[in-house]
């Protein structure tokens, strides 16, 4: 892990957050002024490929082995990662399943929402990942506390995006599930999403719990690496959602 | 009574029941604090179906050791349970092998259920007009018998790629053996509650659930949805599983084209169940959304579309039957040099035309909706798509043919089954074609052609390979042979009768049968020939009943054997039987190739420290 | 060598065997369409690949068991060939072309199925649970028959009412499913006069099996008369039309004669005290029968399905509801 010097990790993590904010006020202002589809996927698969790399660490996947030893943790690691990623593997197809179905019944139109809101939570999710980052680089260089706290603070921010889409969007959306084709669509990416950022808040909370009582170092923290990558993925998901609810196309009534 | 009680499997059924209750009871109180009407049947039982779910799992047990991590205190890595005897199959064991053993009987279980809902509408489709069953009852039946037997197949196929994966490659065990229990556990509730729609009204879409009849239909269709939607995690989580396992876990010596061929097949179906399964549970749940909270996914009068549904479960559904056939393919394959005595054909061609027929199988779906009213440009690339598919399942076939050529050809049980599959699947595959092309589909879609193309497939594909395998390894299981004449027996019972049916199947489809129909026109004069499928589908289960003779009879009466029954290269052969409880002993060498028969001397692994 | 040119030879025998094994039965049923022609056409071509894989397959995998086979006593093993690279591509590339070629020809049959007649006669046909209705605009006439003239293109504009039902006649050989809340076509040109069955080929329920309708083809002068006949039968007294309405739409549900199908029996109900889902109860008068025909969900009958009984406000006249509510007052 440790490959990077300290300063240097936190202030990749750091640039990396910068360049999601801008492209996510690029994407915004796309969206308002120039609404062309083609445009905002681009800048959503931007996006996707930065927390991918720079945030999922993907191409951990892919480094040669040089462990020989099958029982030694290194091995084991390599293998959980592995695991990890085919399940999210997975678990993209039923997102992508919910995208077609969106493309498909809605298509250049989306539902009539509360664009502050949508921009709120979509920053909140950004934030929390910024700060899950943040936790795992902390615990990789071995600074416990930081380690704690930033995963404190990406905990109170999941619970803040799921306060954000169940408590308050489902509640002012003029529609309701039952509303039509754009109800459906609505209710049900929120609700696949918000389902799984619900998981991954109860994932948060066990690490936290267990970081409090020093289960992980900074050589042996196979939970953290592990939390932080689903909640990654969790953003990566929104990340596409995000445009296609609130952004591609004209409002329909 | 102590001992049945600390069996997981019962402990789990107990609990499912507490569980089912429970969310019931739940679900009423909660509508009743809010001010609800409190009882209202379908969503109350959804939600008891689920917590049953739950509960069973936390009865059996498979849930501890997630649960201690969470917790954050460790677990024991090796876990030794053959101690408890034959208790350890009803218990949530984390080896391999018992796991295969458990999936083996589960499908068996299961064909048995799906095969019985056969004979029982058989009987009923023997003469025209209606004599035992309604029209519900034989709809009913119909589809679970669908459904019930192709989670079956996916059980077989789990149970076998489970057993053999890890031994062929020389693993100790699975990557990840807590996540392997969880896959088999969570189908053991999952059926259950497939099998209870039976009790709720049942349903009558068909295997496939279409909106909006399956929209209309009554209860029972919830459970359907649900039990195939949580089966599926079984079929998601497994094949995870078998992919970090070949990644992860050959021997050190075994390169990718050195491993066993059963293991590409494992791992072509694998990737297909990985990635695919995800469709079926999300247009299945999409159903469920729509049925609970009226989502309007597929109601065209609220901007809904019901194609969508067709494009999703199919995008699953297809690839679908890959699953089914590959590994039964790859078991061909397997055993074939054996019985044969010469190398495979073209290796690598088998090996990568596995992975073909997989990848090329992502693109085809659509040629079940050639009917349907989908885009209408679609149809031509369709057509070329699935016809592609003709080309890796080809390159199959020859290279069988080439292995068999020149052999030396010997004829035990599990070869029958063998020749068996392939020429049924030929049957299978050969009538692939004419539904491919749109413009003869047009004829055949929804007719029993269909019917028979796809037994044939499958009966070809898996149900003869799989009792090729059973008879194969059942020594390497048991340390006991199963008899050869009672699997004689079976198999001229079996076999002759399928063909029969099917090819009957396709004749009168042909002629105008529709499938799906409790009772047919008798002006057609299609009566004859379904009297003779029935007695021939009575035949073909005898066949089965006789294989539980045979398994009994062996259990009680056979003498052990211990030995490369066989003659067989392959390394869960050059250990004594059963199967020691850690796999092999020492690390597994790969000195050559793995089905060079009839080269005097050559091996294909060694043992570290063996000469 | 011998091996091969023996097994050549009896592929070859056998392919001819099977195909006339198969063609001296009729394995399809009359062909009754001009869109017939190319499918068949493509079947036949079928049949002689079919017949020519399955005994190349067949025949070369039993010469090997019967030549090859392990004789007694005998200990050896086969010979050690592990593959030929050039077999292999030969056995991708001709299949590769084959398919390749059935597709073509599949797509240019395609074409000529759907090519289009402008003249072609409007038919609306409509299903449901569990029946056909067919409509001729041009001539305003509704049918539970479906009758076309021979040799003239038909423009079937298909609708289902509920679920997804199919329009499959034998031997028109075509098939089309029908959408709730869609509109597919289907052109059929029948070809030779006589009469057909209509069958629902997509699984819709209950009664899937007993959707059929019988299908007419009749010349040109009598599918006329046939029409003007129509014409002067509306205007029987309402309770012959309502009886015809109700074949047609009804009995699937409903009995006459007292006996339990879905939806309640007809027997003796007008005028008799019904109880609803909601338990109140009301007289089955006339405006009653006719809000349970054009709105059915407004009242259900207890111990019945709720959403069962499709809302036929929206495919039956006021004039055909009322000829409906005359022929149920009729029955005692
Ligand atoms: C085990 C399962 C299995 C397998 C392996 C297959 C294999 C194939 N299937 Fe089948 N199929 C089903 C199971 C299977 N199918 C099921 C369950 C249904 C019905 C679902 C439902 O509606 O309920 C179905 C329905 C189905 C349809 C839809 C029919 C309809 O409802 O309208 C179509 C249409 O294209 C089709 C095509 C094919 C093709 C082209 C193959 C090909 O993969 C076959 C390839 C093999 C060969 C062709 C033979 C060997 C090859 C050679 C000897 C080489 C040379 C060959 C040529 C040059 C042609 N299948
Ligand atoms: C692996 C898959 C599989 C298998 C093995 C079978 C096996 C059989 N199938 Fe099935 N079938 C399907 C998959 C399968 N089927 C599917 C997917 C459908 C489509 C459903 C749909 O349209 O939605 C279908 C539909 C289908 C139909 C069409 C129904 C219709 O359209 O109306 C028919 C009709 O004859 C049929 C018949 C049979 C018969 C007679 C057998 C026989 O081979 C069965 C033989 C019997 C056994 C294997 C059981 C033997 C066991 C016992 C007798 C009990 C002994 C018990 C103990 C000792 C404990 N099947
Ligand atoms: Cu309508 Cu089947
Ligand atoms: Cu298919």
Redesign the interface.
């Known amino acids: 892990m440790a490959h990077t010097s300290k300063s240097k990790a936190f202030r990749l993590g750091l640039l990396v957050f910068i360049a999601l904010v801008v492209l996510t006020v690029v994407e915004f202002f796309l969206a308002v002024y120039l609404n062309v589809w083609l445009l905002l996927v681009i800048v959503a698969l931007c996006k996707a490929g930065l927390v991918i790399y720079y945030y999922m660490h993907v191409y951990r996947l892919f480094q040669a082995d040089t462990t020989?030893d099958?029982n030694s943790y290194a091995?084991k690691l390599?293998?959980n990662r592995?695991?990890l990623w085919?399940?999210l593997?997975?678990?993209s197809?039923?997102f992508g399943?919910?995208m077609?179905?969106r493309i498909?019944?809605l298509g250049l139109t989306h539902p009539h929402l509360e664009q502050t809101v949508g921009l709120i939570v979509t920053s909140v999710l950004l934030v929390s990942s910024f700060f899950m980052n943040r936790a795992e680089t902390a615990i990789a260089h071995g600074k416990r506390n930081q380690f704690v706290a930033s995963t404190a603070i990406t905990l109170i921010l999941g619970i803040a995006f799921l306060v954000g889409v169940i408590g308050v969007e489902w509640r002012i959306a003029p529609f309701g599930?039952?509303d039509?084709?754009?109800?459906?669509?609505f209710?049900?990416m929120t609700g696949f999403h918000a389902f799984h950022v619900f998981t991954g808040i109860i994932f948060l909370a066990?690490v936290l719990?267990?970081g409090l009582?020093g289960?992980y170092s900074s050589e042996r923290h196979w939970?953290v690496e592990a939390c932080a990558v689903y909640w990654h993925f969790v953003d990566v998901v929104w990340i596409f959602y995000y445009p296609a609810l609130y952004l591609i196309g004209t409002v329909i009534e | 009574m102590k001992v049945i009680l600390s069996l997981g499997l019962i402990r789990g059924l107990l609990w499912q029941l507490l569980g089912t209750a429970l969310g019931i009871g739940f679900f009423t109180l909660v509508r009743a604090l809010l001010g609800l009407p409190s009882w209202e049947a379908e969503p109350a039982i959804v939600v008891g179906a689920l917590f049953g779910a739950l509960f069973f799992l936390l009865g059996v047990g498979v849930l501890n050791d997630w649960l201690k991590w969470a917790a954050g205190e460790p677990t024991e890595d090796h876990v030794d349970d053959s101690h408890l005897g034959w208790r350890r199959y009803f218990g949530p064991s984390l080896d391999h092998k018992v796991i295969g053993v458990q999936y083996l009987v589960l499908s068996l279980v299961l064909m048995s259920v799906g095969g019985l809902f056969a004979l029982l509408f058989r009987t009923e489709l023997a003469q025209v007009q209606m004599q035992f069953l309604s029209l519900d009852q034989y709809n009913t039946l119909m589809s679970l018998h669908g459904m019930v037997m192709i989670i079956s197949i996916l059980m077989g196929i789990a149970a076998f790629m489970n057993y053999l994966v890890p031994l062929l490659i020389g693993a100790h065990d699975m990557a990840f053996p807590r996540l392997n229990a969880f896959s088999f556990w969570i189908a053991v509730p999952s059926a259950i509650i497939l099998l209870s729609s039976l009790a709720l009204g049942g349903f009558d879409t068909g295997w496939t659930g279409y909106p909006p009849l399956s929209v209309r239909a009554p209860i029972g269709i919830q459970m359907f949805l649900l039990g195939v939607s949580l089966s599926g995690f079984s079929s998601i989580l497994g094949g995870l599983n078998i992919i970090a396992t070949i990644v992860r876990m050959r021997a050190r010596s075994m390169t990718p084209f050195r491993m066993p061929i059963f293991v590409w097949s494992s791992l072509a179906t694998s990737i297909i169940s990985l990635t695919a399964t995800q469709l079926i549970g999300l247009s299945f749940q999409m159903v469920m959304l729509q049925r609970l909270f009226g989502m309007s996914f597929f109601d065209a009068t609220k901007g809904g579309n019901p194609i969508l549904f067709q494009h999703l479960f199919w995008f699953y559904s297809h690839p679908a039957v890959y699953i089914f056939v590959l590994p039964g393919l790859g078991i061909i394959s397997e055993l074939l040099p054996v019985f044969v005595r010469k190398p495979l054909f073209g290796y690598r061609w088998i090996a990568m035309s596995s992975l073909g027929i997989a990848l090329v199988g992502f693109l085809v779906w659509g040629h079940h909706m050639f009917t349907s009213g989908m885009a209408e440009y679609l149809r031509v690339p369709f057509m070329y798509s699935t016809l592609l598919v003709a080309v890796p399942t080809g390159i199959k076939f020859f290279s069988w043919l080439a292995t068999a050529w020149q052999g030396k050809i010997s004829f035990e049980t599990p070869m029958l089954f063998i020749l068996a599959g392939i020429v049924v699947f030929l049957l299978g595959g050969l009538s692939g074609p004419p539904h491919a092309v749109v413009s003869t589909n047009l004829h055949l879609h929804d007719s029993y052609f269909v019917v028979g193309h796809f037994h044939n497939a499958m009966y070809g594909g898996f149900v003869f390979p799989f009792f090729a395998a059973i008879f194969y390894w059942y020594p390497k299981i048991t340390g006991k042979r199963l008899s050869e004449t009672l699997g004689k027996i079976q198999f001229w019972l079996m076999a002759p009768s399928f063909v029969i049916m099917s090819l009957l199947m396709m004749r009168i489809g042909l002629l105008g049968m529709r499938r799906r129909i409790a009772d047919y026109e008798p002006a057609f004069g299609f009566e004859p020939y379904h009297l003779i499928m029935t007695i021939m589908a009575f035949l073909t289960a005898l066949g089965v009943v006789v294989f539980f003779i045979n398994v009994i009879y062996t259990q009680l009466k056979g003498q052990p054997v211990t030995g490369n029954v066989w003659n067989s290269r392959s390394p869960e052969w050059q250990v004594p039987s059963p199967m020691p409880v850690h796999n092999y002993e020492r690390e597994l060498i790969v000195v050559g190739e793995p089905y060079d028969y009839g080269s005097p001397g050559s091996r294909y692994v060694k043992f570290v420290g063996e000469a | 060598m011998r091996h091969f040119i023996v097994v050549a030879l009896l592929v070859i025998a056998c392919t001819f065997l099977t195909h006339t094994a198969i063609t001296s039965i009729d394995i399809l049923p009359r062909k009754a369409s001009a869109q017939a022609i190319p499918i068949d056409h493509l079947f036949e071509i079928q049949l002689w690949l079919i017949s020519f894989l399955f005994s190349l397959v067949t025949v070369t995998l039993a010469y090997s068991l019967i030549v090859f086979r392990r004789r007694p006593g005998d200990v050896s093993e086969g010979v050690h060939v592990e593959g030929n690279t050039r077999l292999e591509i030969l056995w991708t590339v001709a299949p590769l072309v084959t398919v390749i070629a059935l597709a073509y020809l599949g797509a240019r049959s395609l074409s000529e199925v759907q090519r289009a007649d402008p003249n072609a006669l409007q038919v609306e046909v409509l299903g449901g649970q569990w029946f056909w209705s067919f409509t001729y605009p041009e001539y305003g006439v509704t049918s539970d028959e479906l009758y076309l003239p021979v040799s003239k293109q038909a423009l079937l504009r298909m609708t289902s009412l509920d679920v997804i039902h199919s329009f499959w006649v034998p031997e028109f050989r075509v098939k089309q499913d029908l959408l709730p809340g869609k509109i597919t076509e289907l052109r059929v040109t029948p070809t030779e006069t006589g009469e057909y069955t209509l069958l629902c080929a997509e699984m819709c329920g209950t009664s899937h099996a007993y959707m059929v309708a019988p299908v007419k083809v009749v010349s040109q002068e009598e599918f006329m008369a046939w029409i003007e006949e129509k014409i002067s039968q509306a205007k029987l007294d309402p309770v012959q039309r309502g009886r015809k309405l109700a074949n047609q739409y009804c009995t699937a549900c409903h009995s006459i004669d007292g006996s339990q199908k879905v939806g309640p029996t007809w027997k003796g109900l007008f005028g008799s005290l019904v109880t609803l889902e909601d338990g109140t109860s009301v007289i089955a008068d006339e405006v009653y029968l006719r809000n349970a025909i054009a709105n059915p969900n407004l009242q259900i009958r207890k111990g019945y399905p709720g959403n069962v009984m499709p809302n036929f406000g929206n495919i039956l006249t006021e004039s055909q509801i009322e000829d409906l509510v005359a022929y149920i007052r009729s029955i005692e």
């Open positions: 020989l099958r091995y390599a293998t592995l695991g085919l399940f593997v997975s678990d197809f039923v399943g919910l077609v179905a498909n019944l599930p039952a039509g084709a754009h109800g459906a669509v209710y049900s066990i719990r267990n009582r289960c939970g």
